[in-house]
């Protein structure tokens, strides 16, 4: 029987502490976002698909189904569920990210659960294509930006991002197990749509106050009215920092640039040192942090392009106070990566750095002995914007 709700249906804790039902406001919003259409661009000469993300999850879900593979539930997950749950939250989103529950036990049903997505991609191509030559291979080139399977002890999962050239991917997750589904807490709910889905399919009637079905949604971060506090208020709020790859060191300090607020100084504080300690664990490479720095910045940022600069800021300061795992060149490294991306975005905002924000220090041939001089070398260093004024080049005492 489908579960419908009336004006009672609102924020409530009918399933624990970790659940709660919708409003009608946030059913209306996720309605809405599930019927919006969006565009999956393709590469080259592949035309641009235009999909509701509520046709991808029906057309998906039905396949796997005919395919043996059982679908548990789909959710609706990060900043977009968030967005849902709170319209002003300062965080907007991005991604559509769309959780299906599957069993994930063999090799076979992976590569199972990819043919299906790329078969479904064919059948969304407009009419007049010839589908005949097209293979799934051309399909993941013209239209996945991004693949990911992960099959471990603890976590079983794959990813199949689909391309949209201003950021906002619709991204495809198929999990069986994942030990950690959060960040922040912020980002920690998960609205399962299966009861609005099955609503749109089976009713006559179009949804309204009085007419709606019950949808749930779950904070991953455990009590749910803590997680929409925070959400409501902007606080930064975390647990075991060390379980998220890359420590979730980015999107806390994205967190932090969007004027949201650490629930604790001193807790903060000390998560931080393990923020950092993670993500050089994760990314210890200078090449990835910087591959990973890039491609933050791009795709992050969409619309958002004058904050980029205030984040690198952000990042430099972190890093510099709380990494502790690193040998002393290693951080210099990092350091003077993050303040050469900062200048970067400068010149690409075409802004020319004043020199109350940039501080560029004089290098004497490379036939100078270095121990004749008291000096420290970098490209460029950027401050914060602050009151003195230095010359453009520091004299070599």
Known sequence: MLPVAGPVAGPSEQRGGRFSVLTWEQVQRLDQILGEAVPIHGRGNFPTLSVRPRTIVQVVRSRLEKKGIAVHNVRLNGSAASHVLHQDSGLGYKDLDLIFGVDLKTEDVFQLVKDVVMDCLLDFLPEGV??????????????????????NETDRWSLISLSNNSGKNVELKFVDSLRRQFEFSVDSFQIILDS??????????PMAENFHPTVTGESMYGDFEEAMDHLRNRVIATRNPEEIRGGGLLKYCNLLVRGFKP???????????YMCSRFFIDFSDISEQQRKLECYLQSHFVGMESKRYDYLMTLHRVVNESTVCLMGHERRQTLNLIAMLAVRVLAEQNIIPTVTNVTCYYQPAPYVSEINFNYYVTH??????????????LPCN
Not at 384 to 389: F, G, I, R, T
């Open 196 to 205: 609005l889905l099955l609503f749109g399919e089976c009713s006559e009637n």
């Open 263 to 273: 629930k604790s100084e001193v807790d903060m504080k000390a998560l931080q040192r």
């Open 380 to 393: 460029v260093q950027p401050f914060l914007p602050c009151n003195q004024s230095y010359p453009t080049w």
């Open 130 to 151: 010839n589908k005949d030559k097209i293979t799934p291979m051309t399909l993941k080139e013209a239209y996945v930006q991004k693949l990911v399977k992960v099959c």
